[in-house]
């Protein structure tokens, strides 16, 4: 009896040894670590071509080229093959393939709810920076609900009753400022970079105009110093933040066929991408985003000189294109988001691993 209950125990011992190396397996293989800091950085117009000589004109050291993972996303919007930025931000914020024009509504022109408005309830922190209005298509989709993109006066009171805890960029002319003080924010503006503003909730007007001014026109580092400013403010909360950050200029450099406009503020751009980058590698819990809405004059490197950096480009539209963009992703949770995704996937990757309950979204 004695030596059949060495076995026995023995196997059992075996088996279950077994049993908890295969479960444990198998919980490894679910369980995707989980960020509960997101920075989604979105060079508006920015595709291959546009890293491609951005990368060659710093000498490839764009922050871009140190992500490992990367993915494809296709940009079509509901109703055209060609989007526009406000059907692309759109898919990025709610998840849904919208009609060309629309700011935060579905192609039955009804509000879908955002990423962003899913933060608020869960009281995280929430961001948006811009070298554009605030009012313009990318960072209106995380806010507003409007039919067309042209209407700004709406879309800025769609800001009104969403306590975002930092908001920088342009469009002052469309907002109340005296609205905004009454709704806790301190607000200030000036060619100089006056951070005076902190925690809870600030608005920084670049200048009174409606949109910044180019890189290469004087805004500096304007959009490298916003995005740190705004992370650092963010990661006050202890709930984690959801920040949006755009490089809206690449693409209007890409109407304008104009190269230099182009490559300019895509090295800035890459600035920003840097000091979240930079902040996330310290941090831990933090998934960074790079992607963009669509491409923008369907940019071609033709020519090209390894010795001088320098570069023969050729547009071949004014408007943007339907080729695929790169989305690079740094940080917990970033293999989600390797292959080839539609650009809607992007809010249900950012989603899931927030932990957002999406209910009847
Ligand atoms: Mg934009
Ligand atoms: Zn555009």
Not at 139 to 154: L, T, V
Not at 295 to 310: F, I, Q, V, Y
Not at 313 to 324: D, E, F, L, N, R
């Amino acid at each position: 009896m004695k030596f059949l209950k060495q076995p026995i125990s023995l196997i059992i011992a075996l088996s279950l040894l077994m049993f908890n190396c295969s479960a444990g397996a198998k919980a490894i293989d679910k369980k995707i670590v989980k960020p509960f800091k997101v920075i989604l950085l979105i060079g508006d117009g920015m595709g291959l071509a546009q890293i491609s000589a951005a990368s060659h004109y710093t000498n490839g050291e764009l922050c871009l080229n140190l992500f490992n993972v990367i993915g494809l996303v296709k940009t079509s919007s509901g109703n055209d093959y060609i989007t526009d930025s406000a059907a692309g931000a759109t898919a990025y914020s709610s998840g849904v393939k919208t009609y060309n024009g629309a700011i935060g509504v579905g192609m039955d022109s009804l509000p879908v709810k955002t990423i962003l408005e899913y933060a608020l309830a869960q009281h995280m922190g929430t961001g948006l920076v811009t070298t554009c209005s605030i009012t313009h298509a990318t960072p209106a989709a995380f806010f507003s609900h409007q039919p067309s993109r042209s209407m700004d006066a709406a879309i800025a009171n769609d800001l009104y009753s969403h306590p975002i805890d930092v908001v920088i960029g342009g469009g002052k002319p469309y907002f109340d400022i005296i609205k905004l003080q009454q709704l806790g924010y301190q607000v200030s503006s000036g060619n100089a970079i006056q951070w005076t503003m902190d925690y809870p909730k600030y608005f920084y007007f670049y200048n009174d105009s409606i949109h910044p001014p180019k890189w290469s026109e004087g805004r500096g580092d304007f959009l490298v110093n916003a995005t740190s400013r705004a992370i650092k403010t963010l990661d006050q909360n202890k709930n984690g933040f959801f920040l949006m950050v755009e490089g809206s200029q690449i693409d209007w450099g890409g109407h304008d066929n104009d190269f230099d406009y182009t490559v300019k503020e895509t090295i800035d751009f890459d600035k920003a991408v840097r000091a979240a980058y930079e902040f996330a590698k310290k941090d831990g819990h933090t998934l960074v985003l790079v992607t963009a809405d669509h491409e923008t004059g369907g940019l071609a490197l033709n020519h090209g000189s390894l010795k001088n950096h320098t570069i023969e480009p050729a547009y071949t539209t004014g408007h943007h294109t339907g080729i695929m963009v790169p989305i690079y992703a740094y940080g917990p949770g970033s293999e989600l988001f390797a292959g080839t995704i539609e650009n809607t996937k992007v809010f249900y990757n950012i989603c899931q691993l927030l932990g957002f309950n999406l209910g009847a979204h």
